[in-house]
T-cell receptor, first 109, second 117 residues
Framework: GQNIDQPTEMTATEGAIVQINCTYQ??????LFWYQQHAGEAPTFLSY??LDGLEEKGRFSSFLSRSKGYSYLLLKELQMKDSASYLC??????????WGAGTKLIIKP | ETGVTQTPRHLVMGMTNKKSLKCEQH?????MYWYKQSAKKPLELMFV???????ENNSVPSRFSPECPNSSHLFLHLHTLQPEDSALYLC????????????????FGAGSRLTVL
């Protein structure tokens, strides 16, 4: 079967750096997404990786290793507003999106 | 108004009621989706419409009935629901049709929180 694994919950301190990991086992691979979802709000697109390596967007970076079936989202200079759930999703060989259960990130002052 | 709008935001219904969820997108997208989001579970794709044609129905019980009258509007009609159907129902849209590309970015609405008593 197809599976996406990510930690259920993580805690970090304001101003610090946190890395949220995502591992996947899917039938084929056509890209990996990260979405952010604040409590009670819509998930919003953060990043898309289809080639190996690091994509940087301001304080957020996303890394992909296709050979390892692994990605991470790196958040720098954490702010209280970064408290949210982070959803990892992979597009398989049929271009179907397979979702992880999400990682709830708690930021403490 | 821009983006994807869902109404109502909250809905409480009994098991014998009939209600509908509404979704509207103002982005000119070609595909619309219904997802179910339950706590600590992955998003579950329920229905997909590409250019107003239903292309996916992931074994969803018949008590959920979708309707897509045009490319901007999507409904989810609810009838004789069960308490386990209580969840957040998310609508999304995308520029490309579902299954068209690996880079098909979804724009989500804020969801309708459904409670079935």
């Amino acid at each position: 079967g197809q599976n996406i694994d990510q930690p259920t919950e993580m805690t970090a301190t304001e101003g610090a750096i946190v890395q949220i990991n995502c591992t996947y086992q899917t039938s084929g691979f056509n890209g990996l997404f990260w979405y952010q979802q604040h409590a009670g709000e819509a998930p919003t697109f953060l990043s898309y990786n289809v080639l190996d390596g690091l994509e940087e967007k301001g304080r957020f970076s996303s890394f992909l290793s296709r050979s390892k079936g692994y990605s991470y989202l790196l958040l720098k200079e954490l702010q209280m507003k970064d408290s949210a759930s982070y959803l990892c999703a992979v597009t398989d060989s049929n271009y179907q999106l397979i979702w992880g259960a999400g990682t709830k990130l708690i930021i403490k002052p | 108004e821009t983006g994807v709008t869902q109404t109502p935001r909250h809905l409480v219904m009994g098991m014998t009621n009939k209600k509908s969820l509404k979704c509207e997108q103002h982005l000119g997208h070609n595909a619309m989706y219904w997802y179910k989001q339950s706590a600590k579970k992955p998003l579950e794709l329920m229905f997909v419409y590409n250019f107003k044609e239903q292309t996916e129905n992931n074994s969803v019980p018949s008590r959920f009935s979708p309707e897509c009258p045009n490319s901007s509007h999507l409904f989810l009609h609810l009838h004789t629901l069960q308490p386990e159907d209580s969840a957040l129902y998310l609508c999304a849209s995308s520029q490309g049709g579902e299954g068209s590309s690996g880079a098909n970015v979804l724009t989500f609405g804020a969801g309708s929180r459904l409670t079935v008593l």
